[in-house]
């Protein structure tokens, strides 16, 4: 289980200062100033150009307030998360110094192991929905059945994964190496996945770092529905955040789609990756999850399965052909 910290989220001025900077920083996303919107007549004008100013004056306001929770947010996340192994699963749209940034975080947090795995684009399209699902269920881990009435591909692919990606309740590994080395490989030789060799190991939380978690091309709104569904399904074993930019609670983004649909509330979500104080967000989400029973790392080992010997790593070496 994970270690309790007492003040965890009220150490003092520290606490004070992430609460008040926070939330100048997070309510500057409700001003939308001048999108999409027509103004006419002298009033109206006049309204525009005090919408503006305002908008601008709170982007002030929150840059401030970002500062003060840079500042702060290793102090007030300090050891929460000290026995709590975390996966990024990234987007292709995921801000690159976001992903750096929320990684940084969680080791200050204390989390002995940060891992990344990369959705593609392919993952999040229409048009490879049908193979996702084909690669997805002919590799499945042993022991792993899917919900006969969720046929949606990112759905199948996120429960095909859980066992791979998440550790059980009892902080043991639920799929064996050769399994996640199967699921995981014909993923990547598919082209939906990319990861490093040798860094796959189930963890106790996934972060998935997206910014609208849209897919491209003509029917972009498949994409936030596959990686909505891939989090649903995922979080039914285990701590999940969606953390994105604002957009991605707006206009057919992941978060919006998450929020409104019939699961909404069993996936954390977090809509301001890009600024200090969401970041602080996600950290604190999975300290909450967890704290509400989800499974936690315990004592589980990084690497080695607890059915392997003793001189059997838990992962193919990186210079192997055997795909992880």
Known sequence: MAKKRSGAWSVGVAGAALGVAAGSALGAYVLAPEGGIEWGGGQAAEERDAAIVERDAANVRADAANAVV????????????????????????????????????????????????????????????????????????????????RRDPGFQAGQALSPVLLLGEDAGERASVADRRLLLGSLRDAGFIEYEDGTMR?????????????G???????????????????SADGTVVVAGDPEAARDGGVIEVLE?????????????IGDAAGRVGVVRAIVERKGAGAASAGEAPAGEPAEAPADQPAEEPAETAEPE
């Open 260 to 272: 409104s649909s019939d699961a909404a509330g069993s996936v954390a979500t977090q809509p301001a």
């Open 70 to 149: 840079e500042d702060v947010a290793a102090q007030v996340v300090d050891g929460s998360l000290s026995d709590v192994p975390v996966l990024l699963v990234t987007t292709p749209d995921a801000d690159a110094a976001a992903v750096d940034a929320m990684e940084a975080l969680l080791g200050d947090a204390g989390a002995p192991e940060v891992t990344r795995l990369g959705v593609t684009s392919k993952f999040l399209s229409a048009e490879g929905a049908d193979e996702l699902k084909d690669v997805a269920t002919s590799a499945l881990p042993a022991g792993t059945t899917l919900d006969v009435d």
């Open 216 to 234: 491209e091309g003509e029917d972009a709104a498949a994409g936030s529905r596959i990686l909505a569904d891939f989090a649903e399904a995922l």
């Open 202 to 214: 189930p963890t106790a939380a996934i972060v998935v770092v997206t910014g609208a978690g849209t």
